[in-house]
């Protein structure tokens, strides 16, 4: 059997998920398809709209054979962090292909841009430098930094080729054995909010579509019919679906009683925003509202989003620098060609793979995980609070048993 | 002007209270009546279930002529660090009476107990150290080392005589130039919880009477109008009174994003308590059944609620071993009485007043009573949270014309 990885959020799973799954198959010539997945917690420091289990289930209707866990401590980071431990855990997985969606679609412009960087690395590093010294942000100082350096030909502006750039730099910085791909993503970008496209549309637009009343019959379009089915049932068990406003309280609470010195300890604090946020904590009354009057060249609303995250789970710069890779594999869901792939890679995966959560207490990054549960289930009410909380811990992998045609 | 003082709660202001006004009156012959009163937290770890300016409000209206807030490093203690802070208050005032309810009410037999406990101190103490290892809690304890010393005319079983002790014991240790005095307290103890009086009831007793949906009616015949008031109009703006369930999921989500070592900090986490904690919090849906299932012979009810509100709070071993006494007299209200007096001694307080929380920010003390205060609020969604928080940095000491009759 020969397996194709693809890293992703599914918040929610729609259709371009879907094309891109095909065109994995179909590019790959794979017969298991590997997904690593973002727990209850987002690349952009935002709570999923549902959880981990359900996004597991939406994924296994759709085909995917294997749903794997990306810990916290690499689902919650920028683009590097955020690649490094994803494309380690299909490579622990035996997985020897990367398929991923990309605004460019050109698999020789992101080799040559990581053989770019990696050649001019000195040149590079000195001009993101420059333009962080000017007061720009992170990304708006790579971008700057590319354009510079001139003759690139990826527009590292794009946030996707941001992500897939920074997969293609850890395949190589690991020396993996991975052949990366990519396909161009149909019609919508990542932060279109209008739908141009009669099927597709980015996740972005569909939660902003859907809002906490929005009907599903909105966006039914641009999902397959399982994704419908789970978002439904989740709101008929939960009452609602997640978003940060939810846990803007917990946040405020949070950053009115930490010490500015326990502030300092949260990573992603840096050059004294302790002491912007515990000025604007106390007058915001919605999360947005906060991170407006908050945010700054330097720190975009991604990066405060991401950093408030960290406060709300209290993960601290300790528990990054000491996360340098995935100490387990974590099983979310698999179908029979998943359970068949793991039977014939299992004596030669690089790292414990773990079906039960229990098994895991006691490693480092399984208890950041288990504090970004806590958080997640904290928004509900009891006995819906002490629920979510067991079903973390108790819930078997999803284990389903034929594909759902959409 | 000749002050007297007292040392209260008034959770909520009752006839209980207002006969101990008038008492103290007559025993002192003050014509200023100061009370040093708990700010949002109480001594048994409790949240106030009205704030602090709505209980001065009652206490204005009851005829106290200044009412002074004991910060919460004093408030949220047992009986020797909470008189302590008491004291030291109603010194730096120039107050040199201090009138206190007890269920002896027999000076005597208070300035003999603290007599021998000083004089027969090394046996004393061995004693309560042979309880302690026989896994008795830190009261119980102490009850039995009094048993055993024999012929102690205080029964130190009883809540007020504990606190009486601890305030007379307090004034001699500090060697303070206050002579206290008690008064027998009135029909309930502070445990009762029926109403065996027509007129008199204990704050706990009304408290569960009320309720959250309660009718002040029920409660009427035992409280001055002012209380029924107040209560009615803090009902009325912030639609509900405090208890302890309503921080629950506060508790619980700190509980669980907290790392052992970090619980280890707070205050009161001793003997591994931390473990214990985090491992019955998960499956706790209230706050009750929380407690419940902690409590040990040597972590009792009030230990532990106390225990949790500096969970809650954040308050810190460091910050609690830093505060040796009051550092500021901070004033919630006055009449014209109160006024006058403060006029009086002004020039020889031995510790800045403070009219405006503003100026307090910085000191140790004022910033625990900020997380305090943020906790407190923390119980209402917005815009209330913030209108709440607004209130304790923006309101002036209350200013009462005259007095309310019952």
């Known amino acids: 059997m020969k397996a194709a990885g693809v890293i992703v959020e599914y918040n929610p799973f729609h259709n371009g998920h879907w094309h891109h799954l095909q065109e994995t198959k179909k590019k790959?010539?794979?017969?298991?398809?590997?997904?690593?997945?973002?727990?209850n917690f987002l690349q952009r420091g935002e709570p999923a709209i549902v959880s981990k289990w359900a996004r597991t289930k939406m994924a296994l209707a759709a085909g995917v054979d294997l749903v794997i866990e990306l810990p916290y401590v690499f689902a919650v980071q920028a683009a590097e962090q955020f690649a490094?431990?994803?494309?380690?855990l299909l490579d622990a997985l035996g997985c020897r292909e990367l398929c991923f969606g990309s605004e460019s679609g050109d698999i020789t412009a992101f080799l040559s841009a990581v053989e770019t960087l990696f050649q001019r690395k000195e040149e590079f590093d000195s001009l993101v430098r420059a333009g962080l010294a000017r007061g720009q942000s992170f990304p708006k100082a790579n971008a700057e930094a590319w354009r510079q350096l001139g003759s690139v030909p990826l527009d590292l502006s794009k946030p996707n080729n941001v992500l897939g750039f920074a997969y293609v730099k850890a395949i190589q910085q690991n020396k993996l054995a991975i052949v990366p791909r990519t396909i161009p993503r149909l019609a919508a970008g990542y932060h279109d909010e209008s739908f141009s496209h009669p099927s597709i549309a980015s996740a972005t637009s569909?939660?902003?579509?859907?809002?906490?009343?929005?009907?599903?019959?909105?966006?039914?379009?641009y999902i397959p019919s399982a994704t419908?089915?789970?978002?439904?049932?989740?709101?008929?068990?939960?009452?609602?679906?997640h978003d940060w406003e939810m846990y803007f309280p917990l946040l405020k609470y949070r950053l009115l009683t930490a010490t500015e010195e326990e502030l300092r300890r949260i990573a992603g604090v840096e050059e004294g925003i302790e002491y912007r946020l515990k000025q604007k904590i106390a007058g915001a009354e919605t999360f947005a509202a906060f991170?407006?009057?908050?945010?700054?060249?330097?720190?975009?609303?991604?990066?405060?989003?991401r950093l408030c995250a960290h406060v709300l789970t209290n993960f601290t710069k300790e528990e990054q620098?000491?996360?340098?890779?995935?100490t387990y594999i974590r099983l979310l869901g698999m179908?029979?060609?998943g359970r068949r792939y793991l039977q014939q890679v299992k004596k030669e995966l690089a790292l414990p793979l773990a079906a039960k959560a229990a098994k895991l207490n006691g490693d480092p990054l399984y208890e950041q995980e288990k504090k970004a549960t806590a958080v997640y289930a904290a928004a509900f009410p009891e006995p819906l609070y002490s629920a979510a909380l067991k079903e973390e811990y108790a819930t078997a992998p999803i284990y389903s048993s034929g594909i759902e045609r959409k």
Chains 1, 2 share one sequence.
């Open 28 to 39: 790959t010539g794979a017969d298991c398809l590997i997904a690593v997945m973002s727990g």
């Open 84 to 88: 490094h431990g994803a494309v380690r």
């Open 206 to 221: 569909l939660r902003n579509a859907l809002g906490q009343t929005g009907q599903l019959e909105r966006i039914a379009a």
């Open 228 to 241: 419908a089915e789970q978002l439904r049932q989740y709101r008929l068990t939960y009452g609602r679906w």
């Open 291 to 305: 991170i407006a009057a908050t945010k700054t060249k330097r720190y975009t609303w991604t990066r405060l989003q």
């Open 321 to 326: 620098n000491k996360a340098m890779a995935p």
């Open 335 to 337: 179908n029979e060609t």
